[in-house]
C-alpha cells in the first residue's frame, strides 16, 4: 500500500520561519486499514495527507505507493488512486453543473477525450449509486449542485469517490464543517462504504469519540510527529480518558525534553 | 443597413464565442485575443494572396490562432505568470509577428483575391437576394461553430474543461492535468478568434495589424450584453445563444455610434471609451438586478 520512509516537510527552509512540519516520518498503512488521526492544531496532520497526496513534495524521506517510488509525481498522477475529502464540502464537486455532468465526471479517473460517456445506461447506474445515500438525490440528477446543501454535496463527494475505487482514501476533517445532524449522516455513510467495500482510508478528526469508534488503528500527532500509533485489540480498548492521560504523559515528556535542550544551551 | 449590422455582429460573434469561453468557462481571462483577432486576418490574406483555398486558409487561420492561445497557456503553466500577464505577453509578441505575416507591412489589402465571400457571393447570385447572401451565410457559419461548441462541452472532456473553470481542485482530484485543461480551453478559443478576423480581413477587405485592438473590451462587453439580455441558465446551448445574441446587440449599438455619431459631434475615436463606459454600465445594472432580491444580513 502506501509507505513514508523518513519523510521530512520543511517550510521556508534557510530562513528565520523555518518550520519542520514533518518529522522523519515513518509510516507503514496496510491494505484493508482505516486509520484515525488526532493531534492539536500544527501536529503536521494536514500537511501529511498533503504529502501523501502530492499536493508538497517532501524535503526528504521517499514515498512508495504499492511499491512504487511515488515521492515526485505531482498531485493529479497521485489523483488516480488517492482518493480526497476536504473540510470545504464544496471542493469535492463543481456547483455550477448538474448532478449528472459531475458524476460524470467523476466516473471515471484520468484524462478525458472527446467520448460523450453520459446516456441513459449510465444514467441508470448513478441512479442506483444515489440511492445508497437515502437523500432522494435520484430524483434531483438534472438540478445544479449550488442548490443542494453542504451536507449533501459532502455526502456526494464521498459517494462519488468510493465508486472510483481508490486504493488510499484520505478524509480531512471532512465532517467539520457540517452541521451536527448531517456531519452524523456524512460519518455513517463513510464508516459503512469504508467497510461494504473494502476500502483503506485514513481520517483526521478532532473527536476523540471518533477516533476511538472509527476505525483499527489510531494515530497521535503533535510537533510533526507520530508519537503514538496503536491499532487492533489494545486500540479497541481505548477509551477517552485514556487517550486524554496518555497525551498528557507524551506532552509532558515533550516538554521536558525541550527544557533540558534549553537549559543545555 | 439592417443587414450590415447583423453580419458584423455574426461575424464578431464568433470571436465572442471564443471570449465566452476562456473568461466565463474557463475563467481564465485571456488577452492574447487582441493579438490573435489579427492573426487570423493576416494569415487568411497571405494565404489568400499566394492562392490557396478559402476554406484550406480558414483551417491555416485558426491552426495559428490555436498556436497562439497554447503559446499563452504554455507560459502561464510552466512559467507561474498570472493569466493576465501571460497574455499580455503573447498579445505583445503577436504584434511583431502579424507584421512579419503582412511582409513588414501593417496594412494588406484583397480587394481582388477571390475570397470566400465572393465565391459564396457569386454561388447565390440570383437564389437569394444580393443583400442578403452575406447575412445567410453568415448566419449558417455562426451556427455551425455554435453548434459544434454545444456538441463539444457535452462531451467528457468539454465537460471537464466546465468544471476546471469552476473548481480547479476537483479536476486535480480526477486524475487530470489542469495544465493540458488549460491549454485546450484557451488554444481553443484563440483559435475561434482567429477565425473570426479571417473573415472580418475579407468583410472588410484588407488585414491590419490593428484590426484586433481593444477587441477583447469589445468581445467582454458582449457576453456580459448577452448574459444581461437573457435568462440565466447553465445550459450551454442557452450560453452560447446569449454570446451571439450579445453580440449582435453590442455590434449594433456601435454601427449607431460610428454612422449617426456625428449628430452629437461623436467622432469614431470617442467609440472605445463608449465600450468602456459600456461595461461599467452593465455592471451596475447587474449588481442593481442582484440587489432586488431579499438577502439574509448576517448577524
Known amino acids: 500500500m502506501i509507505e513514508l520512509k523518513n519523510v521530512s516537510v520543511v517550510f521556508g527552509q534557510g530562513t528565520i520561519n523555518e518550520n519542520k512540519a514533518l518529522k522523519n516520518i515513518n509510516l507503514k498503512v496496510k491494505e484493508g486499514d482505516f486509520i484515525t488521526i488526532i493531534g492539536s492544531n500544527g501536529a503536521g496532520k494536514s500537511t501529511l495527507f498533503n504529502t501523501i497526496a502530492g499536493t508538497y513534495l517532501p524535503s526528504e524521506g521517499q514515498i512508495l505507493a504499492n511499491d512504487k517510488n511515488v515521492t515526485r509525481d505531482p498531485e493529479y498522477k497521485r489523483a488516480k488512486y488517492i482518493g480526497r475529502i476536504f473540510q470545504n464540502p464544496l471542493l469535492g464537486t463543481a456547483g455550477n453543473m448538474s448532478l449528472e455532468d459531475n458524476m460524470t465526471i467523476t466516473h471515471k479517473k484520468g484524462m478525458k477525450w472527446l467520448r460523450r460517456s453520459l446516456n441513459n445506461k449510465t444514467r441508470e447506474l448513478f441512479r442506483q449509486q444515489l440511492v445508497q445515500l437515502k437523500m432522494g438525490l435520484e430524483h434531483r440528477m438534472k438540478e445544479n449542485l449550488v442548490m443542494f446543501s453542504g451536507g449533501q454535496r459532502q455526502a456526494l463527494t464521498l459517494l462519488m469517490m468510493v465508486f472510483s475505487k481508490p486504493s488510499l482514501i484520505l478524509l480531512d476533517e471532512h465532517t467539520a464543517a457540517l452541521d451536527p445532524k448531517n456531519a452524523e449522516i456524512v460519518l455513517e455513510l463513510t464508516d459503512k462504504f469504508i467497510s461494504e467495500y473494502n476500502l483503506t482510508g485514513m481520517m483526521i478528526t478532532h473527536n476523540m469519540t471518533h477516533a476511538i469508534e472509527f476505525g483499527n488503528r489510531l494515530l497521535m500527532m503533535d510537533g510533526g510527529e507520530i508519537i503514538f500509533d496503536i491499532e487492533g485489540e489494545e486500540k479497541k480498548a481505548l477509551t477517552v480518558e485514556k487517550l486524554i492521560q496518555k497525551f498528557h504523559e507524551l506532552r509532558n515528556k515533550t516538554f521536558e525534553n525541550d527544557r533540558t535542550l534549553l537549559a543545555e544551551e | ?299
Open chain 2, 1 to 299: 443597413m439592417i443587414e450590415g449590422i447583423f453580419v458584423e455582429g455574426l461575424i464578431y460573434g464568433i470571436m465572442v464565442l471564443g471570449v465566452f469561453i476562456s473568461f466565463r468557462i474557463l475563467d481564465f481571462p485571456d488577452l492574447t485575443v487582441d493579438g490573435s483577432f489579427p492573426l487570423g486576418a493576416a494569415l487568411m490574406v497571405q494565404c489568400l494572396l499566394m492562392g490557396m483555398n478559402g476554406w484550406l486558409a480558414l483551417l491555416v487561420a485558426f491552426a495559428g490562432g490555436v498556436t497562439a492561445g497554447a503559446v499563452t497557456a504554455l507560459i502561464h503553466n510552466h512559467l507561474r505568470v498570472p493569466n493576465l500577464l501571460a497574455g499580455i505577453l503573447t498579445m505583445t509578441m503577436l504584434y511583431s509577428v502579424n507584421i512579419r505575416i503582412l511582409g513588414n507591412r501593417a496594412n494588406v489589402p484583397i480587394l481582388d483575391q477571390p475570397t470566400l465571400l465572393k465565391q459564396v457571393t457569386e454561388k447565390f447570385t440570383g437564389i437569394i437576394p444580393d443583400e442578403y447572401i452575406l447575412l445567410v451565410f453568415f448566419l449558417v457559419v455562426a451556427l455551425v461553430v455554435k453548434v459544434l461548441l454545444d456538441l463539444f462541452f457535452r462531451t467528457d472532456l468539454g465537460m471537464t474543461l466546465g468544471a476546471m473553470g469552476n473548481n480547479e481542485q476537483m479536476v486535480i482530484s480526477q486524475g487530470v492535468n489542469p495544465k493540458t485543461l488549460k491549454t485546450i480551453g484557451v488554444g481553443l478559443s484563440n483559435g475561434l478568434v482567429a477565425v473570426s478576423g479571417a473573415f472580418a480581413a475579407q468583410y472588410l477587405g484588407f488585414a491590419d495589424v490593428g484590426l484586433g485592438q481593444g477587441i477583447i473590451v469589445s468581445g467582454l462587453a458582449s457576453v456580459m450584453i448577452g448574459e444581461f439580455l437573457m435568462l440565466k441558465s447553465n445550459r450551454i446551448g442557452v450560453l452560447t445563444f446569449c454570446a451571439i445574441a450579445g453580440s449582435i446587440c453590442f455590434y449594433a449599438v456601435m454601427y449607431v455610434g460610428r454612422f449617426y455619431g456625428y449628430l452629437i459631434h461623436m467622432t469614431p475615436s470617442d467609440l472605445n471609451l463608449i465600450k468602456g463606459v459600456l461595461i461599467i454600465v452593465l455592471l451596475i445594472a447587474t449588481q442593481a438586478k442582484k440587489l432586488k432580491v431579499p438577502f439574509k444580513v448576517a448577524k
